[in-house]
Nanobody, 123 residues
């Protein structure tokens, strides 16, 4: 599946951003979708994932309550609503697709990746 992420930008602490990821090439509703991020000098880390139906989600502890992942299978899209952004949220954000049956937090379980979108949060 081909993935195209968008929506990043430069914001101030406390602001909100909504990332979008458009998918094409496979049956989107058969895929678990996830968001990961990578800050300079750090490893890529799991941020959030959503099941095929969109009914179950999982989050990185530090974003729980601030970020919301959702999907629209009719539009072949997944979203990451990010509220109350903090400088430590600064990173390149990637959307990814997994053919696994259950929600996964390891990047090795995701076969397809988008190109990434930069999110920069100033203090």
């Amino acid at each position: 599946v081909q993935l195209q992420a968008s929506g990043g930008g430069l914001v101030q602490a406390g602001d909100s951003l909504r990332l979008s990821c458009a998918a094409s090439g496979r049956t989107f509703s058969n895929l678990i979708m996830g968001w990961f991020r990578q800050a300079p000098g750090k490893n890529r880390e799991f941020v959030a994932a959503v099941t095929r139906s969109g009914t179950s989600t999982r989050y990185l502890g530090s974003v729980k309550g601030r970020f919301t992942i959702s999907r629209d299978n009719a539009k072949n899209a997944v979203y990451l609503q990010m509220n109350s952004l903090k400088p430590e949220d600064t990173a390149v954000y990637y959307c990814a697709a997994s053919g696994r049956w259950e929600l996964r937090t390891s990047s090795s379980d995701y076969a397809d990746w988008g190109q990434g979108t930069q999110v920069t949060v100033s203090s």
